[in-house]
């Protein structure tokens, strides 16, 4: 019963690319694409509790993109000495347009909503997020990520920080059920972060955030 | 004689190596330590750098990841009550272990 407990909280913390929520004042710029989408969040922390902020999502497969605002809520943070895991809801209000065939300057109120968790010490890492998003009938889908992290070697502040990332990504689709597997690496100094990977598919992942 | 000379020697020099090792907690003189909980990532401590950056009182802050410790430099005469540390470690996104108040030149 200990190790399912233990297999359930495994799999319940996760993340994604970089904190939704950051500090009191900060800004951050995402900037994120990999074989079907190419996305922009910018956001703004009031506080330590929630971010608010612009995201643009485009579809380059399906050819329509979404604009909104979104709202990121920090809902549990735990600080251990050696460790910390983080609890999100996120969420966006805003349109999707499309001019693919069959629409033509098509637009409709579209949002979406996910949960995020991360699990992170100093030498492993974990996340997950899921993600419904509607936009009448242009665009239903729902995404779930998992990303398995560990850290070559453990850098001091302020150096060139390495991780060696796997991310699993579940798209189920009306018939059939897609999943990637993307190996990748993850690089951060100050406040600029770099990924990037290249899926078993080939389809390649690359992300950039900086906090400002 | 020369036995209690070399005693109070011994002694003068175990007493100085003492208060220097008691020093050694404290990068500067005019600086408070900060135990951390919670602090495992670089990108993300940076907010530690940010919040107290913007604090007149704050010269500098050095993030120790090793050891979930930041130690907060002061300008001189300058200051930050523990709430205020507190506060400000807390709105980083971080929980307050222990402070640490270094011995003031």
């Known amino acids: ?41 910018l956001h703004y922390s009031p506080s330590i509790k929630y971010s608010i902020g612009l995201k643009i999502d485009n579809n380059r497969v399906e050819k329509w993109t979404f604009a909104g605002i979104q709202y990121n809520n920090l809902l549990k943070r735990i600080n251990k ?22 629409f033509s300057s098509y637009q409709v109120p579209a949002g979406f909503i996910g949960f995020a968790a991360d699990w992170e010490d100093r030498r492993f890492f974990t996340s997950y997020e899921n993600k419904s998003f509607y936009s009448s009938d ?27 990332m796997l991310q699993i990504q579940h798209t189920p689709k009306l018939e059939t059920e897609e999943i990637n597997i993307t190996p990748l690496l993850r690089f951060f100094k100050d406040v600029y972060l770099l990924e990037s990977g290249v899926s078993l598919d080939g389809e390649i992942i690359l992300n950039a955030v900086v906090r400002f | 004689m020369r036995k209690i000379y070399l005693i109070l020697v011994f002694c003068f020099f175990s007493i100085s190596a003492f208060s220097e090792s008691g020093n050694l907690e404290c990068a ?78």
């Open chain 1, 138 to 164: 242009i665009a239903k889908y729902f995404q779930q990520k998992v990303r398995f992290g560990i850290a070559p070697y453990i850098g001091k502040y302020g150096d060139l920080h390495t991780w060696i």
């Open chain 1, 1 to 41: 019963m200990k190790y399912v407990i233990f297999f359930i909280y495994f799999l319940s913390v996760i993340e994604v690319h970089a904190r939704p929520v950051s500090y009191p004042g900060g800004v951050t710029l995402m900037q994120m694409n990999d074989g079907y989408f190419s996305n922009l969040h």
């Open chain 2, 28 to 105: 500067k003189k005019n600086s408070v330590n900060v135990d951390v909980n919670g602090m495992v990532c670089d990108f993300c401590a940076r907010a530690l750098e940010k919040v107290f950056s913007e604090k007149q009182e704050v010269a500098a802050i050095d993030v120790d990841l090793d050891n979930g410790r930041i130690s907060i430099n002061f300008n001189n005469g300058a200051d930050l009550e523990d709430s205020t540390i507190q506060k400000l470690v807390t709105n980083s996104g971080y929980d307050v272990v222990k402070i640490n108040r270094c011995e003031r030149g």
């Open chain 1, 81 to 102: 000495k050696n460790s910390q895991a983080n609890f999100y809801l996120k969420s966006a209000i805003g349109s999707t347009h499309s001019d693919e065939y069959p």
